[in-house]
């Protein structure tokens, strides 16, 4: 992906607010989804936004990437635990996830980048 993994976190969050707007039933729905199935249950968010993670790495979808480092270092995931789940997702995925694993290395850097900055020194 060319361009800024933040700057694409926002875009796609920007995007799901239009849609919204287009198909709220739809989007209301999704949104209930989501929401329900990232919550503390049997398995705690940080560990459900590194599944996440894996899965759009696997599928090849960049603003699952951007999205899913974003919320899973919000959840408390260490770089450590967002370097193994990207070793999880070229197991499972391949050449092409080694591919989009660099990606998602990328967007970590650029989201950890954002945080220090957003963070008092």
């Known amino acids: 992906m060319n361009g800024s993994y933040v700057e694409r976190n926002n875009e796609v969050r920007r995007r799901m607010g239009l849609l919204s707007k287009e198909i709220p039933d739809t989007m209301s729905a999704f949104m209930r989804l989501h929401q329900a199935a990232i919550a503390d249950g049997a398995l705690d968010t940080k560990t459900k936004e590194l599944i996440s993670l894996a899965i759009g790495i696997t599928v090849r979808c960049d603003g699952c990437i951007a999205f899913h480092v974003h919320d899973a270092l919000q959840a408390g995931a260490t770089r450590g635990e967002i370097v193994e789940t990207i070793g999880v997702a070229v197991l499972m995925g391949g ?12 967007a970590l850097e650029q989201c950890e980048e954002n945080m220090r900055g957003m963070s008092p020194a």
């Open 95 to 106: 050449g092409p996830s080694v591919v989009y694993g660099t990606e998602a290395l990328e």
